[in-house]
């Protein structure tokens, strides 16, 4: 499976960005879509996360701004990013794992975000 991310790009402090995630193929198994973000000289961290059912899960640091979602008929995830904050600047990575008893775990190729501020 190939993961497409995009939608980054630069927007002042405040405003908003979405990012896509199409996977390549259909995924059937059960699995859990995530959005990892890098600053540069930090590790990846989890940004929010959704499985296959629905359930959803957030940084603390996002909480209330913003929010994940897919369409499984798609095979998409999109992450809505409202009032953007200079330390969500950083390169964004969608993640497909699968959930047990399914062991795979797929990246995107990373899009950039930039707020200024």
């Known amino acids: 499976v190939q993961l497409q991310a995009y939608g980054g790009g630069l927007v002042q402090s405040g405003g908003f960005l979405r990012l896509s995630c199409a996977a390549s193929?259909?995924?059937?198994?059960?699995?859990?879509m995530n959005w990892y973000r890098q600053a540069p000289g930090k590790q990846r961290d989890l940004v929010a996360q959704?499985?296959?059912?629905?359930?959803?899960n957030y940084a603390d640091s996002v909480k209330g701004r913003f929010t994940i979602s897919r369409d499984n008929a798609k095979n998409m995830v999109d992450l809505q990013m409202d009032n953007l904050k200079p330390e969500d600047t950083g390169t964004y990575y969608c993640?497909?794992?699968?959930?047990?008893?399914?062991?795979?775990?797929?990246w995107g190729q990373g899009t950039q975000v930039t707020v200024s501020s």
């Open positions: 193929r259909s995924i059937f198994s059960i699995n859990i």
């Open positions: 959704i499985t296959s059912g629905g359930t959803t």
């Open positions: 993640n497909l794992k699968g959930l047990a008893p399914y062991n795979y775990n797929y």
